[in-house]
């Protein structure tokens, strides 16, 4: 029986994985932990019965506390006391944003394994969290099949890495950007997604987050990491070979397949997600990234190769950007204008420790909330 923490079980990836532990025998939840859905932790407490549970909501905690008789708490302490627990033995963390380093950092240390499906963690922090490489297993659907791809094969073999990006709700969009509305940013083609996810997919920040990711995930340099637009959504990714070949990883949009394979890993166990049938997939296109169109694809290149400050304040902007964005404050436009300026600002320590990391962090924020304001 394998115990598990789910930090942000009640979000898109989160209430997937518990989807995903209903069909499978040999998993027991341990703990969950929530932002502000305070209902739907109560239904998750009610039906998987944790040990204990974790709200952001201070208010919320006490009434869940009394209403199903286990521990609750409301601070970033009750999220590392989770996933420290000596009876935990896996951490899925699918919190969004860079909230979810301090308690990654801490289930890594204590020598958990941390399935990890929060990208800004290792944006921020792939220098921290790369110490405990054997300990950490992807859930994105990109670098699962990346896993997949790279399993027992030699990474001196492998010449390339290339993701694929379905292209976001504005991959044929006419006209200029300037004044689409948060309805039509967060309308995503093929995926599911939280809100911030969603825009993040729709500016082509999302890719950038994932080849940070890939980076340090597989100790590939930045030059050697490519990005294709490819619609339908069925290729996750792929690996050149360096006689050219290609090996691709192919499946259904289901990201209950790569939450499984984190879950069960090395094990690859029946899902029932349906299968991918072939004869039924139609054509697969693939098209080059307009970078033009879309700059926050390359302000993430830029931060990654760049290193240390950066890719922190690319992070921290983005995030009060797109949460300006979606409060009606900002253009869709302004988003990457928003990061680029700020990145501007921040050159400096190359190794920052987690305290500087969290300080960097905020003055971003900061920054980035003046010009917005």
């Given at each position: 029986?394998?115990?598990?923490?789910?930090?942000?079980?009640?979000?898109?990836?989160?209430?997937?994985?518990?989807?995903?532990?209903?069909?499978?025998?040999?998993?027991?939840?341990?703990?969950?932990?929530a932002?502000?859905?305070?209902?739907?932790?109560g239904?998750?407490?009610?039906?998987?019965?944790?040990?204990?549970?974790?709200?952001?909501?201070?208010?919320?905690?006490?009434?869940?506390?009394?209403?199903?008789?286990?521990?609750?708490?409301?601070?970033?302490?009750?999220?590392?006391?989770?996933?420290?627990?000596?009876?935990?033995d896996?951490?899925?963390?699918?919190?969004?944003?860079?909230?979810?380093?301090?308690?990654?950092?801490a289930?890594?240390?204590a020598?958990k394994?941390?399935?990890?499906?929060?990208?800004?963690?290792?944006?921020?922090?792939?220098?921290?969290?790369?110490?405990?490489?054997?300990?950490?297993?992807?859930?994105?659907?990109?670098?699962?099949?990346?896993w997949?791809c790279?399993?027992?094969?030699?990474?001196?073999?492998?010449?390339?890495?290339?993701?694929?990006?379905?292209g976001?709700?504005?991959?044929?969009?006419?006209g200029?950007?300037?004044?689409?509305?948060?309805?039509?940013a967060?309308?995503?083609?093929?995926?599911?997604?939280?809100?911030?996810?969603?825009?993040?997919?729709?500016?082509?920040?999302?890719?950038?987050?994932?080849?940070?990711?890939?980076?340090?995930?597989?100790?590939?340099?930045?030059?050697?990491?490519?990005?294709?637009?490819?619609?339908?959504?069925?290729?996750?990714?792929?690996?050149?070979?360096n006689?050219?070949?290609?090996?691709?990883?192919?499946?259904?949009?289901?990201?209950?397949?790569?939450?499984?394979?984190?879950?069960?890993?090395?094990?690859?166990?029946?899902?029932?997600?349906?299968?991918?049938?072939?004869?039924?997939?139609?054509?697969l296109?693939?098209?080059?990234?307009?970078?033009?169109?879309?700059?926050?694809?390359?302000?993430a290149?830029?931060?990654?190769?760049?290193?240390?400050?950066?890719?922190?304040?690319?992070?921290?902007?983005?995030?009060?950007?797109?949460?300006?964005?979606?409060?009606?404050?900002?253009?869709?436009?302004k988003?990457?204008?928003?990061?680029?300026?700020?990145?501007?600002?921040?050159?400096?320590?190359?190794?920052?420790?987690l305290?500087?990391?969290?300080?960097?962090?905020?003055?971003?924020?900061?920054?980035?909330?003046?010009?917005?304001?």
């Amino acid at each position: 029986m394998l115990n598990v923490v789910i930090l942000g079980s009640t979000g898109s990836i989160g209430t997937q994985t518990l989807d995903v532990i209903r069909h499978l025998p040999g998993f027991k939840v341990l703990g969950l932990a929530a932002g502000s859905n305070h209902e739907l932790l109560g239904k998750q407490i009610a039906e998987f019965k944790p040990k204990f549970a974790c709200i952001a909501l201070a208010e919320r905690a006490q009434a869940l506390s009394e209403d199903y008789s286990i521990p609750v708490s409301s601070d970033s302490e009750g999220l590392v006391d989770m996933v420290t627990d000596p009876a935990c033995d896996l951490v899925v963390v699918s919190v969004v944003g860079a909230m979810g380093l301090r308690p990654t950092l801490a289930a890594l240390e204590a020598g958990k394994k941390v399935a990890i499906a929060n990208k800004e963690t290792l944006v921020a922090g792939g220098h921290l969290i790369m110490k405990y490489q054997s300990q950490i297993i992807p859930i994105d659907s990109e670098h699962s099949a990346l896993w997949h791809c790279f399993h027992g094969r030699d990474h001196k073999d492998v010449a390339r890495i290339i993701l694929t990006a379905s292209g976001g709700p504005f991959r044929n969009f006419k006209g200029s950007l300037d004044d689409v509305s948060i309805e039509q940013a967060l309308a995503h083609p093929r995926w599911d997604m939280g809100g911030k996810i969603s825009i993040d997919s729709a500016t082509l920040m999302n890719k950038g987050l994932e080849v940070i990711e890939a980076h340090w995930l597989f100790d590939f340099p930045y030059t050697h990491i490519d990005v294709v637009v490819h619609p339908e959504s069925i290729v996750h990714s792929m690996i050149q070979l360096n006689d050219g070949s290609l090996i691709a990883h192919l499946g259904t949009a289901d990201m209950r397949l790569p939450i499984q394979y984190a879950l069960t890993y090395p094990d690859v166990l029946k899902s029932p997600v349906e299968q991918l049938d072939l004869t039924q997939a139609g054509t697969l296109t693939f098209e080059p990234v307009d970078h033009a169109r879309f700059p926050s694809l390359n302000l993430a290149y830029e931060a990654g190769k760049s290193g240390g400050e950066q890719p922190i304040a690319l992070n921290a902007a983005n995030e009060e950007a797109v949460g300006a964005f979606m409060k009606g404050k900002l253009k869709f436009t302004k988003i990457p204008q928003i990061v680029e300026s700020v990145m501007g600002k921040f050159q400096g320590k190359s190794f920052p420790d987690l305290e500087q990391i969290l300080a960097i962090d905020g003055e971003a924020r900061e920054r980035a909330r003046a010009i917005i304001g």
